[in-house]
């Protein structure tokens, strides 16, 4: 198993612009979590899907921030526009869980977003 | 929401100690693991430990769900165990997001 799969490692942007990144989850499991950190606020929960259904996005920042998981092996987290408060590092995890059965989590290498 | 603290912050030791990372919660959880960020930032699931104790090697993890705590045992350091070490928690029904703490930031001399 390849793990969970994250595009692209880095990214740097200007101000303004676009920016998407992008997640494979493990095949065969039905959570989907982004997570960003920074050293201020450290590790924090954006949005969940459960069986590709955003379960709560109470965590997404603003409504510049939006996410998708169109089917089971992809999601999707879009910033428009982006700006320089943005840069962190953003983690997509995915797990076998179910409601409060658990299951451990498996991160993907993150992505590095500057916003210059 | 539920409230994560992890003890301490900060912890410096030679190669070869032991070390005991704790880790307390504000609420009754569902879901508790411990991980470990190495310096590369990479982040590895250690343990899912809602409860009781689990050996994996070196390391061994306690939760006492009743008292709302949990412990990270690390055996005979080793310089890879650098890292920071995170708690994260979920409490309540419903999908498992999990709501982490701070962590505790381990260096390992050789």
């Known amino acids: 198993d390849a793990g969970v799969i994250q595009s692209p490692r880095h990214e740097v942007t200007e101000m303004g612009q676009e920016v998407t990144l992008r997640c494979k989850p493990i095949s065969g499991h039905n959570s989907l979590f982004w997570y960003r950190q920074t050293m201020m606020r450290g590790l924090e929960l954006l949005i969940y899907?459960?069986?590709?259904?955003?379960?709560?996005d109470s965590g997404m920042p603003e409504d510049r921030f939006s996410a998708k998981m169109p089917n089971a092996s992809f999601s999707t987290l879009k910033i428009q526009p982006s700006e320089p408060r943005d840069s962190a590092v953003y983690f997509c995890?995915?797990?076998?869980?179910?409601?409060?059965?658990?299951?451990?989590?498996?991160f993907g290498s993150g992505t590095r977003l500057t916003v210059v | 929401g539920i409230q994560v603290e992890q003890s301490p912050p900060d912890l410096i030791l030679q190669e070869g100690a032991n070390s005991t990372l704790r880790c307390n919660f504000s609420?009754?959880?569902?879901?508790l693991q411990w991980f470990h960020q190495n310096p590369w930032g990479q982040l590895i699931n250690l343990f899912y430990i809602p409860s009781g104790t689990k050996q994996n090697g070196r390391l061994s993890a306690t939760t006492v769900a009743t008292e709302r705590y949990s412990l990270l045992y690390i055996s005979s350091s080793q310089t890879t165990d650098s890292g920071v070490y995170f708690c994260a928690v979920h409490s309540g029904g419903g999908a498992d997001g999990l709501t982490f703490g701070k962590g505790t930031h381990l260096i390992i001399q050789p």
């Open positions: 899907f459960n069986n590709n259904v955003p379960i709560d």
């Open positions: 995890a995915s797990s076998l869980a179910g409601t409060g059965s658990g299951g451990g989590y498996t």
């Open positions: 609420d009754s959880v569902n879901n």
